[in-house]
């Protein structure tokens, strides 16, 4: 192996490539060492930590009870969704949730999953177009425009759906859907 090599050509190669291999665990076991009390300051002048302005050098921090810090303010309310998208056998289906803003523009893009990459940088057109046949878009209460893997929905109005099928369903269809307006 690779130690029989380096001891052809180096003195005390055993002994170094030892010493290197259980210097990390030595070292771990000396920090960890109880007998040992822990010095904040061994690691200072390494890693300094700025000083509390009115503690002396050496002193504790104080943890008085009127020291609490108030937590954080929750996150906002995630906004409601716009649209659903649900999956055919042969395809997809996007509709609006009943409830919420009406977006005025949404982008599709349509592919097929692969085993490594990026399906949508993947996609070909050799693999379907949305404007042709055997792909079927059906819309209402809505206008699309479809080329390749790519298509556009607008002029939404309350209650829209857009039905989109007659993909190859051996193969994993990936869809991505995003407000543009």
């Given at each position: 192996?690779?130690?029989?090599?380096?001891?052809?050509r180096?003195?005390?190669?055993?002994r170094?490539?030892?010493?290197?291999?259980?210097?990390?665990?030595?070292?771990?076991?000396?920090l960890?060492?109880?007998?040992?009390?822990?010095d904040?300051?061994?690691?200072?002048?390494?890693f300094?930590?700025?000083?509390?302005?009115?503690?002396?050098?050496?002193?504790?921090?104080?943890?008085?009870?009127?020291?609490?810090?108030?937590?954080?303010?929750?996150?906002?309310?995630?906004?409601?969704?716009?649209?659903?998208?649900?999956?055919?056998?042969?395809?997809?289906?996007?509709?609006?949730?009943?409830?919420?803003?009406?977006?005025?523009?949404?982008?599709?893009?349509?592919?097929?999953?692969?085993?490594?990459?990026?399906?949508?940088?993947?996609y070909?057109?050799?693999?379907?177009?949305?404007?042709?046949?055997?792909?079927?878009?059906?819309a209402?209460?809505?206008?699309?425009?479809?080329?390749?893997?790519?298509?556009?929905?607008?002029?939404?109005?309350?209650?829209?759906?857009?039905?989109?099928?007659?993909?190859d369903?051996?193969?994993?269809?990936i869809?991505?859907?995003?407000?543009?307006?």
């Amino acid at each position: 192996g690779i130690t029989e090599r380096v001891s052809t050509r180096y003195r005390y190669a055993r002994r170094t490539i030892d010493e290197v291999r259980t210097c990390v665990a030595r070292f771990y076991r000396l920090l960890l060492d109880e007998a040992n009390p822990f010095d904040d300051e061994i690691l200072q002048k390494f890693f300094p930590v700025p000083a509390e302005p009115n503690r002396k050098k050496g002193q504790k921090p104080s943890s008085k009870p009127g020291d609490e810090v108030d937590p954080p303010p929750p996150p906002p309310p995630s906004a409601a969704p716009r649209y659903s998208v649900s999956k055919a056998d042969d395809g997809f289906a996007l509709s609006g949730v009943d409830g919420s803003d009406i977006p005025e523009e949404l982008m599709v893009r349509v592919a097929y999953d692969t085993s490594t990459g990026n399906p949508f940088t993947r996609y070909s057109r050799f693999d379907f177009q949305l404007n042709s046949s055997p792909i079927v878009v059906a819309a209402e209460n809505c206008e699309t425009k479809q080329k390749n893997g790519r298509m556009v929905v607008y002029s939404i109005h309350p209650g829209f759906s857009v039905s989109v099928s007659g993909f190859d369903v051996e193969r994993d269809l990936i869809t991505d859907v995003r407000v543009v307006k």
